[in-house]
């Protein structure tokens, strides 16, 4: 794994522009940078904590999670919330979602303040169709981290990192899901965190306190897993032009100080599924 950046609170929501390079937030300090393959680092978001999930969106901007989903123009300009915390009464915020190749967007709700000592509340699944329209799919998260599509579209993979397993739902035509169903049940030493599928169709999972990336077959048996030199990974994407640099985020909890966060890197032997910017309406 080679460093490339440090001196983060909590990384998250790493995703790879063509142009601007990484995209990843710093939960705990505020913030979305932008690290180009140059290695120079930018601030896209000033000061927004608790963005546990970042999306691009085909309008020259990005959408990112916390109290709301927002979308945020690039040039500071424009902004508008697309999914707000009174989606129904328990919802507190959102951390991690995804968008599938329409660009709808899939997004996980909390009902209890993760960092803030609450009894653990369920979530829940929800979409924003393209007109704006919001369906809430499924229920019972206990911690909703990352999502991602197979690549025929046909199965949601979606990490609950406190029930100790990622599910899978069968996909609609219309967006919606079927009943979820254990994919993994991962092992209590750590929890699945950011997830990002691969072009064969294997998961790479981020393992929180775990230490390791951990791939799986579609089948979900366990390919291999991956060191990271942080225990608190948190998040990966895959990007480059090739789409076959790995990206891998981590927290600082466990690590040697409390901003020792870090932004790696390293290549995979398989390129990463493109994620569809997302395309719901800004009217």
Same mark, same amino acid.
């Given at each position: =794994?080679?460093?490339?950046?440090?001196?983060?609170?909590?990384? *998250?929501?790493? /995703?790879?522009?063509? /142009?601007?390079?990484?995209?990843?937030?710093?939960?705990?300090? #505020?913030?979305?940078?932008?690290?180009? *393959?140059?290695?120079?680092?930018?601030?896209?978001?000033?000061?927004?904590?608790?963005?546990?999930?970042?999306?691009?969106?085909?309008?020259?901007? &990005?959408?990112?999670?916390?109290? +709301?989903?927002?979308?945020?123009?690039?040039?500071?300009?424009?902004?508008?919330?697309?999914?707000?915390? $009174?989606? +129904?009464? *328990?919802? @507190?915020?959102?951390?991690?979602?995804?968008?599938?190749?329409?660009?709808?967007?899939?997004?996980?709700?909390?009902?209890?303040?993760?960092?803030?000592?609450?009894?653990?509340?369920?979530?829940? &699944?929800?979409?924003?169709?393209?007109?704006?329209?919001? !369906?809430?799919?499924?229920?019972?998260? =206990?911690? /909703?981290? #990352? =999502?991602?599509?197979?690549?025929?579209?046909? !199965?949601?993979?979606?990490?609950? %990192? !406190?029930?100790?397993?990622?599910?899978?739902?069968?996909?609609?035509?219309?967006?919606?899901?079927?009943?979820?169903?254990?994919?993994?049940?991962?092992?209590?030493?750590?929890?699945?965190?950011?997830? %990002?599928?691969?072009?064969?169709?294997?998961?790479?999972?981020?393992?929180?306190?775990?230490?390791?990336?951990?791939?799986? *077959?579609?089948?979900?048996?366990? !390919?291999?897993?991956?060191?990271?030199?942080?225990?608190? @990974?948190?998040?990966?994407?895959?990007?480059?032009?090739?789409? =076959? $640099?790995?990206?891998?985020? /981590?927290?600082?909890?466990?690590?040697?100080?409390? +901003?020792?966060?870090?932004?790696?890197?390293?290549?995979?032997?398989?390129?990463?599924?493109?994620?569809? %910017?997302?395309?719901?309406?800004?009217?």
């Amino acid at each position: =794994m080679q460093q490339l950046a440090t001196g983060y609170g909590l990384v *998250e929501g790493p /995703t790879w522009h063509p /142009t601007k390079g990484l995209l990843y937030s710093d939960v705990l300090n #505020g913030g979305v940078f932008a690290l180009a *393959e140059g290695g120079t680092i930018s601030t896209v978001v000033a000061h927004r904590k608790g963005i546990g999930g970042i999306v691009l969106h085909q309008d020259d901007g &990005l959408v990112v999670g916390g109290r +709301n989903l927002s979308y945020k123009s690039f040039d500071g300009a424009r902004a508008k919330v697309l999914l707000d915390s $009174d989606v +129904n009464e *328990e919802v @507190v915020g959102f951390n991690d979602f995804t968008t599938d190749a329409k660009g709808r967007i899939y997004a996980g709700s909390l009902s209890f303040v993760v960092f803030g000592g609450a009894v653990p509340k369920p979530g829940h &699944l929800h979409l924003i169709d393209l007109d704006g329209s919001v !369906r809430t799919l499924s229920g019972g998260v =206990m911690l /909703t981290n #990352g =999502m991602g599509f197979s690549p025929d579209g046909k !199965r949601l993979y979606h990490a609950d %990192a !406190r029930d100790d397993v990622i599910r899978v739902y069968d996909v609609d035509s219309d967006g919606g899901v079927g009943p979820w169903r254990p994919f993994v049940k991962t092992p209590p030493e750590a929890h699945a965190d950011g997830l %990002a599928v691969a072009e064969d169709g294997s998961i790479w999972t981020a393992m929180a306190h775990g230490s390791r990336v951990d791939v799986y *077959e579609p089948d979900g048996s366990l !390919r291999k897993s991956l060191p990271v030199p942080l225990p608190m @990974v948190t998040s990966v994407c895959f990007g480059g032009a090739d789409l =076959m $640099d790995l990206y891998v985020v /981590t927290g600082s909890r466990g690590g040697p100080s409390d +901003n020792c966060g870090t932004v790696y890197k390293t290549r995979s032997d398989v390129p990463g599924l493109p994620v569809t %910017a997302s395309r719901v309406t800004l009217e």
